[in-house]
């Protein structure tokens, strides 16, 4: 998992040829912190996707702008559009995201 220094850096993944998953998520998050230990292993499973972990409270504005109201959430891009995104306030289960990212 990516853990990017700075926006630029960040906002460089949007861009890329392959497939990024920003897993938005914050420190304080139980909810997060109840999927954090599973992500290495869907990230085993998508070795086609780049994974770039995004603290929702350091970065608020991108937050905002792309309508992340709930955490932890998910969005998909490539090529600079978005693929898909997982976007809720619910906890999120590994089978939720597994499926999820099997639609993108």
Same mark, same amino acid.
């Given at each position: 998992?990516?853990?990017?220094? +700075? #926006?630029?850096?960040?906002?460089?993944?949007?861009?890329s040829d392959q497939k990024?998953?920003?897993? #938005?998520?914050?420190?304080?998050?139980?909810?997060?912190?109840?999927?954090?230990?599973?992500?290495?292993?869907?990230?085993?499973?998508?070795?086609?996707?780049?994974?770039?972990?995004? +603290?929702?409270?350091?970065?608020?504005?991108?937050?905002?702008?792309?309508?992340?109201?709930?955490?932890?959430? #998910?969005?998909?891009?490539?090529?600079?559009?978005?693929?898909?995104?997982?976007?809720?306030?619910?906890?999120?289960?590994?089978?939720?995201?597994?499926?999820?990212?099997?639609?993108?």
């Amino acid at each position: 998992m990516i853990i990017p220094n +700075n #926006f630029e850096e960040l906002a460089s993944y949007v861009e890329s040829d392959q497939k990024v998953v920003f897993f #938005f998520t914050a420190d304080w998050c139980p909810d997060c912190q109840f999927i954090y230990p599973v992500m290495p292993e869907i990230e085993a499973l998508h070795p086609d996707m780049t994974f770039v972990r995004v +603290n929702r409270d350091d970065y608020m504005a991108l937050a905002q702008t792309w309508n992340i109201f709930g955490i932890p959430s #998910f969005v998909v891009t490539q090529k600079g559009q978005e693929l898909g995104r997982l976007v809720n306030k619910a906890r999120k289960t590994k089978e939720e995201i597994t499926a999820f990212l099997a639609t993108v």
